[in-house]
């Protein structure tokens, strides 16, 4: 099959949301400590209306209508998610109800779960379908959906919410380098969620930091390697166009594009300049334990990475500075950022994308764009999505009111009986929400 990848995107996030330096305030946290420290603006939540199913509903029933595609012609349906409504029926399940409606009841796949990583496991299922002898010439749509809540603390700023819905086909203007993937798998207790009661992790932040960080340069050198054995010459981060990141909080993505840069110096790639190879000398005898603990390396990295971060990171930050952690529709959201922003000039280039799931998994992969056939271009993409528009139109909560949805949430994760508000106010038309759950913990949702 050729050029096999992603024809069609569209994303939704809540319309409810609050400042970054409103919750710094609120919670005591020092000036700057969230919008400098951790690099984030704002974060969206669902409010009880809202929740990782309903998202989904009014991601693919737009997405569906906007591309005019027939629900028919969908032939593999692939959802990732962490947000644990039911620990046996699938989301996808929930959302046959859009197909069956129009007669299809004859598509594969199902949900995929490990942390962040379960949107990237999806992807790689349909994009392998559509690559195997099993295809039978339809669509394969992934789905992303997550609502990221912690408990009050130090994590709770790095929440989000958000759905991304991806259409993959052959003739695609975003195309997957599929041989040059490179994987770390592990076992590790960095971030999860033990308490089937809760819907909030067990976080070990320092820990997820520097598990995420050594994931980060195994996939790469795997990445590396496996292009350099191909290719025939080395990679270096001068082959790559935009570098898209699992973006949990924008400082993160930070550090990581300035760690590539320290194993392009350790690597003595072409793309490290005698300047920057100069100021990282000091720190050429590390070991990789000691690099991932120094803080003079983080400084002296980030500092020599500056100038290529802007160029090749920042276009691709605006949702997840705007929403914060979307979990699966992390990496995807951070992807959709760069066509928002650059979609007029992306043709011919390589995007290098860093999927990280805590537990852990995690892949390196690569991406070639092409500007491709309307509707599938990345200009329609771009229009499609509109992320101006539902970044501009969002509702600031203030803190207070936000803590007490938190707690309602609490209160409503895992029970049945109650209706909600049924308050679909400041939701756009098209939205879906949730109206109802049973006593059987059915659950019910409108369209508004
Ligand atoms: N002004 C500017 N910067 C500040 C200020 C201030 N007033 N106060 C603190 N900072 C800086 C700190 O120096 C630090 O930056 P640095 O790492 O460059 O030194 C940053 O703000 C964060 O401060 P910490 O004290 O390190 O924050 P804390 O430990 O309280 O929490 C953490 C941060 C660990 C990320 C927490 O939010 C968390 O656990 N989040 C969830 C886990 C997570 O997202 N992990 C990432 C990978 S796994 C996944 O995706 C879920």
């Known amino acids: 099959q050729k050029n096999v990848g992603i024809l069609a995107m569209e994303i939704y996030f809540p319309p409810t949301c609050i400042q970054q330096e409103v919750l710094e305030a609120h919670d005591g946290a020092s000036k700057g400590k969230y919008t400098i420290g951790l690099g984030q603006d704002c974060m969206g939540f669902c409010t009880e209306v809202e929740d990782v199913i309903s998202m989904s509903l009014t991601t693919v029933t737009s997405l569906l209508e906007k591309y005019k595609i027939d629900p028919k012609q969908i032939g593999r349906l692939e959802v990732g998610s962490e947000t644990v409504i039911d620990k046996s029926k699938s989301i996808k399940t929930f959302l046959m109800q859009i197909f069956e409606k129009c007669g299809n009841t004859d598509i594969e796949g199902v949900d995929s779960t490990n942390a962040c990583y379960g949107g990237t496991a999806a992807l790689f299922n349909c994009v392998n379908w559509v690559e195997s002898s099993s295809w039978d010439g339809r669509y394969g749509l992934v789905v992303c959906t997550d609502s990221a809540v912690y408990a009050e603390g130090p994590a709770r700023p790095t929440g989000g919410a958000a759905t991304i819905a991806m259409l993959i086909g052959t003739d695609a203007p975003i195309t997957f380098e599929s041989k040059f993937r490179g994987s770390h798998m592990s076992h590790a207790y960095d971030f999860y969620k033990p308490n089937l009661a809760s819907e909030y992790p067990v976080v070990d932040g320092k820990l997820s ?181 539902k970044l501009k139109s969002r509702n600031e909560f203030p803190p207070e009111k936000f803590v007490e949805i938190m707690k309602l949430m609490e209160h409503r994760y895992g029970a049945k009986d109650f209706v909600t508000s049924k308050d679909c106010s400041l939701l756009s038309p098209g939205t879906y929400y949730l109206t109802e759950v049973d006593s059987m913990y059915r659950r019910f949702y409108a369209k508004k």
């Open 209 to 389: 930091q520097t598990c995420y960080l050594m994931a980060l340069d195994s996939c790469y050198k795997r990445y590396c390697k496996k292009y350099e054995k191909l290719e025939g010459k080395q990679f270096s981060m001068d082959d790559a166009d935009y570098f898209v990141f699992h973006s949990p909080y924008n400082k993160l993505v930070q550090k990581s594009f300035a760690r590539l840069m320290f194993n392009d110096f350790l690597r003595n790639a072409s793309s490290v300049d005698e300047s920057a190879k100069e100021k990282l000398a000091p720190f050429s005898t590390l070991t990789g334990d000691e690099s991932y603990a120094s803080r003079d390396l983080e400084k002296a990295t980030q500092q020599v990475a500056k100038s290529q971060y802007d160029v090749k990171v920042q276009p691709t930050t605006l949702i997840p500075k705007q929403v914060g952690n979307m979990y699966t529709a992390s990496l995807y959201a951070a992807f959709a950022s760069l066509i928002h922003n650059k979609h007029s000039t992306l043709a011919g280039k390589r995007v290098m994308m860093f999927s990280y799931g805590s537990g852990l998994s995690a892949t390196m992969f690569s991406l070639r764009l092409r500007e491709g056939q309307h509707p599938f271009s990345l200009s329609n993409i771009a229009n499609v999505m509109n992320v101006a528009e």
